[in-house]
């Protein structure tokens, strides 16, 4: 009858005369955002909904938690960048995943909610040391906060880096560690994707992009640092051809969610990357020219989960440290329409295979609701 009611309801506003009718909302972002939050709601008991402000490396950062049942096992999801954000984005990718997972998104320092929180940083706090202790602190805040032995790590691109030594350094803290979008040997990463994108604009006789990747040239060949201007040509062409996001030129398709982003109030939106050029000078050379295919044993569960197209950081590349790489167990999982962004690209394959294949560990030690 509910239904039938409301059928009744449309209709009598579709039949209505033509000057009579009210504009379709919504009329703003506020009320955007306000349609999505209630759309999302967590209603239930045994659940949580918050967006909390936690001490972590001597500054205010903030995390969002979602859960339907707080007795299910904890992701941390470690965004990527350095200097992007997630947490923005979660509204329309990981819907599903409350149901299954207590599921933290954390805004890293200079960034997002943490730069409304904090502001920017001094520079001489941007490095891939205090990056790594910050990540360290919030696996154990979260531990502390849920009462939990052990938890998830989700590393996507940057993040990937931090979960992988997150791993290496702590397996005690981890039921798996679930690499997506994984950086392993970053000089050969690079190298390849220049190569790549140097190859498409080549076949697409695209003379602009040609001269600007032969500028650059040798490429992420040297052992120091590869400098950041080198670095956006290379993405710009890659973006270009569609080795970020597999058949979307660009690859930056998923920016429109930001606008519409629940937990981001309007001065959220407006901060979300007023650090990242800061990070990005301090961090992304740094990033890129670090070889974690070092790491070969890693004494916790192994999850891979690798976009077949992903040319900005190359799924090549981590396969073939996955192949070396020894693990109490470990998995490979190929997404084949995707590239860099799995999360967006295939979101629904994305669940199944953390329902299917992360879960279960956990909760064969007693770590999921029933």
Do not use: C
């Amino acid at each position: 009858m509910r239904g039938y009611a409301a059928l009744l309801a449309l209709a009598a506003v579709t039949d209505a005369p033509v000057a009579a009718q009210a504009p379709v909302g919504p009329h703003s972002r506020a009320d955007a955002v306000r349609i999505i939050a209630g759309l999302r709601q967590i209603v239930s008991p045994n659940g949580l909904q918050a967006v909390e402000t936690i001490p972590i490396g001597g500054i205010d950062q903030v995390v969002s938690i979602r859960s339907q049942d707080l007795r299910n096992p904890v992701i941390l999801y470690l965004h990527g960048g350095p200097g992007f954000v997630e947490m923005p984005l979660d509204w329309w990718w990981d819907r599903g995943w409350d149901e299954y997972f207590t599921v933290i998104h954390w805004d890293q320092r200079n960034a997002g909610k943490t730069y409304t929180a904090s502001g920017p940083n001094d520079p001489a706090l941007l490095t891939p040391e205090r990056f790594q202790r910050d990540a360290e602190e919030v696996v154990q805040w979260a531990l502390k906060r849920f009462g939990k032995r052990k938890l998830f790590v989700i590393g996507h691109s940057w993040g990937s880096m931090l979960g992988l030594r997150l791993a290496a350094a702590h397996p005690e803290w981890l039921h798996a560690y679930i690499g997506m979008g994984q950086v392993t040997n970053g000089p050969e990463s690079e190298r390849r994707g220049w190569a790549w994108t140097m190859a498409r604009a080549k076949a697409d006789n695209n003379a602009e992009a040609v001269r600007a990747l032969q500028a650059i040239a040798p490429y992420a060949a040297g052992p120091g640092p590869i400098p950041v201007e080198a670095i956006m040509v290379q993405r710009k062409w890659l973006g270009h051809y569609g080795g970020a996001a597999w058949r979307r030129p660009g690859g930056d398709f998923e920016a429109a969610a930001f606008a519409l982003a629940p937990e981001y109030s309007d001065a959220d939106v407006r901060n979300a990357f007023k650090g990242q050029a800061a990070v990005t000078q301090a961090l992304l050379p740094k990033v890129l020219t670090t070889d974690l295919s070092t790491i070969r044993t890693l004494k916790v569960p192994l999850i891979l989960l690798l976009g077949r197209h992903d040319i900005n950081v190359s799924s090549e590349v981590a396969a073939e440290w996955f192949a070396a790489v020894k693990a109490p167990s470990k998995r490979l999982i190929w997404f084949e329409r995707s590239g860099h962004h799995i999360t967006s690209e295939e979101p629904g394959k994305l669940l199944t295979t953390l329902v299917t294949h992360a879960r279960p560990i956990a909760a064969r030690a007693g770590d999921a609701a029933p």
